[in-house]
């Protein structure tokens, strides 16, 4: 078993691979560089697993003070980093130092080391030297909100959101000033939508997203027309506030169920591609519910064009997901993320959904991080968990290493070049 594991390994590890999903400034000088290896390294994911080990807000906030004593600091979070330290997120930060700087693991003796080193690496091309060279990423697809990103790592995600989901009055604002269209009627808002997506696809635009997830159910039923324009017409009482005002903005489901049917009855006569967050949230709570993916049924029903792209496995609804990705063919499973919220699930998962579903119809990795440096770390997990799940295969006669090689290959990059429409 183990030959067959580093035989698959050693091949896996020579793969370019695309990047299903990350969050990364679109362009290196974009970079924060007020920063240092704590303030960076807790910007999210492992931040979430020390403050649910115990941390403190208030604690948190002086950890990631980049202007006091890195030592200091260090000495506030140590006790909760070395609780933490065997999740995902904590393997993929000490797997990225081992590479990046030669640093076995951050504790209290190399902390000041790994952070002198990471200063260091900041001036030096970042997104080249990890993204292209150590982590042979062909393109990361950007969900940043910047369609101007950098081609030479990133595919522009267009973000569905806005049109969707109302949390600011600012938002109208903005976007009418962005289209051109001054919105006076829910028709205006509706044509400002169709024409943003449609420029956007004239650009080249082929993916769309949405996050709702984090802020509602993801069930959206068919709503009529009168009834979201009724709700819509409500941000017409807002427009006087002053700027100093709360200017927050929550109107009715039915607009937001109807703005979702119609941005993706745009969407389904191209026949594009739409990523769905789906399963856990990150941060320190939410509503899980919110996020199971057999909510969105209806839509993989109605709109037969779209491949639908459901994000993290649905963890911990990856049961569900591999369902719903065997029952409709046009859904698709993404690992995007899945990696460092479980090893474990991440296996299982992949296990589960080879016995179950046709090799073409997931993705195998996206770091989905705001921070450069642990995507080198994630990648790795990835390439060490899908060559774990295949040698298993093998061993069970399923499939040969000439196989599963092809195989890896698909879901780290054939496949996500066919989903994306991206040219291989
Ligand atoms: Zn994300």
């Not at 205006?188 to 449609?198: C, N």
């Not at 295969?393 to 070049?417: E, L, T, Y």
């Amino acid at each position: 078993m183990q030959e067959i594991y580093n035989a698959i390994l050693d091949y896996v590890k020579t793969l370019e691979i695309i990047d299903t999903h990350e969050h990364l400034p679109g362009k290196e000088e974009y970079l924060d560089k007020n920063t240092d290896i704590l303030k960076e390294y807790l910007i999210h994911y492992f931040s979430t697993d020390l403050l649910s080990s115990g941390l403190s807000r208030e604690n948190y906030n002086f950890v990631v003070d980049a202007s006091k004593p890195l030592i200091k600091r260090w000495e506030v979070v140590e006790k909760y980093w070395e609780n933490a330290r065997y999740t995902g997120y904590g393997r993929a930060i000490d797997l990225t130092v081992q590479e990046l700087y030669g640093i076995e693991r951050i504790d209290r003796s190399t902390i000041e080391k790994a952070n002198e080193l990471f200063l260091k690496g900041r001036s030096d091309s970042p997104y080249r030297r990890i993204l292209k060279e150590k982590c042979k990423i062909r393109t990361c697809l950007a969900d940043n909100m910047d369609l101007e990103s950098d081609r030479r790592y990133f595919t522009p995600v267009y973000k569905l959101d806005t049109h969707i989901f109302f949390r600011n009055i600012d938002q109208v604002r903005q976007l009418s000033g962005e289209a051109g269209v001054a919105v006076t009627s829910f028709d205006d808002w509706l044509e400002l939508a169709e024409s943003m997506i449609e420029r956007a696809i004239s650009r080249g635009i082929t993916v769309f997203k949405s996050g709702l997830a984090y802020e509602r159910p993801i069930f959206y039923e068919k709503a009529n027309y009168t009834q979201a324009e009724e709700a819509f017409n409500k941000i017409f009482k807002y427009f006087h506030l002053p700027d100093w005002a709360s200017r927050e903005l929550k109107i009715k489901k039915e607009f937001e169920d109807y703005m979702m049917h119609f941005v993706l009855h745009i969407i389904n006569k191209h026949g594009l591609t739409v990523q769905f967050h789906t399963g856990i949230q990150e941060g320190n709570g939410n509503i899980l519910g919110n996020s199971n993916p057999v909510q969105l049924s209806n839509l993989f029903l109605t709109y037969n064009n779209i491949k639908f792209d459901l994000f993290h496995i649905s963890y911990p609804y990856y049961g569900e997901a591999i369902a719903l990705c065997k029952m409709f063919p046009n859904v698709y499973l993404d690992m995007c993320w899945a990696h460092i919220i479980s090893p474990h699930s991440s296996m299982e998962f992949l296990s589960e959904f080879i016995d179950t579903v046709a090799v073409n119809k997931v993705s195998a990795f996206g770091g989905d991080y705001c921070m450069v440096d642990p995507v080198y770390g994630h990648q790795l997990m990835a390439r060490q968990n899908v060559s774990r799940v295949l040698a298993e295969k093998v061993s069970h006669g399923i499939f040969s290493v000439d196989r599963a090689c092809r195989v890896a290959k698909m879901m780290f990059f054939d496949n996500p070049v066919e989903i994306f429409n991206l040219k291989g």
